[in-house]
């Protein structure tokens, strides 16, 4: 048994950015999973873990809790320096906390699975209409980040240079997501470029939806 336990969904974006960059750390952890669409998350005994009710939520070694993704990633970053997620100059940092933000902060959380869910039972919407809303802002978001990075000589293989680090883990996570929904790549080469190059690395295919122990 480990001493860090991760509550996730094998599905969640926000749960497969703590997976890659739990992996990418070299971490061992106890995977606990919640179906989200079976309602799980919202049982007394895990409301009593987090009263939010949502995942990702960590338990570090020394009963530590947190919650919240971009959090839980930068904790694990301080916790255990390499590989870095985060580079060390400051105007690096804020350029990869600006894209993964980008990712985080404009495009998920109208596109979670409580928005998607509340749009057919509040407002009537049929799975057309949830997949155009969900495509309509991942291209809102995905047009001024693929200029972004296609236009900065600061871009490498990666969102940032040439290893991977918290913007990429933000990049692949919402690319696996838009899979589901038939987002196209195509308008977006840097996107698929370097989500290709995320890819290609074995802590990402581990931490992938398909490889988890809930899959379905």
Not at 66 to 91: G, N, V
Not at 178 to 192: C, E, M, Q
Request: aromatic share 8%; net charge negative.
């Amino acid at each position: 048994m480990s001493d860090i336990v991760l509550h996730n969904y094998y599905r969640s974006s926000t749960s497969h950015r703590v997976r890659i960059a739990l992996e990418m750390k070299g971490l061992s952890y106890d995977y606990v999973p919640h179906h989200l669409r079976h309602g799980e998350h919202l049982e007394p005994a895990y409301l009593r873990i987090n009263p939010q009710g949502l995942v990702p939520t960590l338990v570090w070694n020394d009963g530590m809790l947190l919650t919240q993704s971009l959090a839980i990633i930068e904790f694990l970053d301080e916790s255990k320096p390499e590989p870095p997620l985060l580079p060390e100059d400051p105007s690096g940092r804020a350029r990869v906390r600006m894209l993964a933000q980008m990712i985080a902060c404009d495009i998920h959380p109208v596109n979670n699975l409580r928005v998607l869910t509340s749009l057919r039972t509040l407002f009537g919407a049929g799975d057309q209409d949830i997949a155009n809303w969900f495509r309509h802002w991942v291209n809102e978001g995905f047009q001024p980040l693929e200029k972004i990075l296609a236009s900065s000589p600061r871009t490498g293989t990666f969102c940032h240079g040439e290893a991977p680090g918290l913007a990429d883990i933000c990049l692949a996570a919402q690319v696996t997501s838009n899979a589901r929904f038939g987002v196209d790549l195509a308008p977006y080469p840097t996107i698929a470029r370097i989500n290709a190059a995320c890819m290609a690395l074995p802590a990402f295919q581990k931490a992938a939806p398909q490889n988890q122990i809930d899959a379905e």
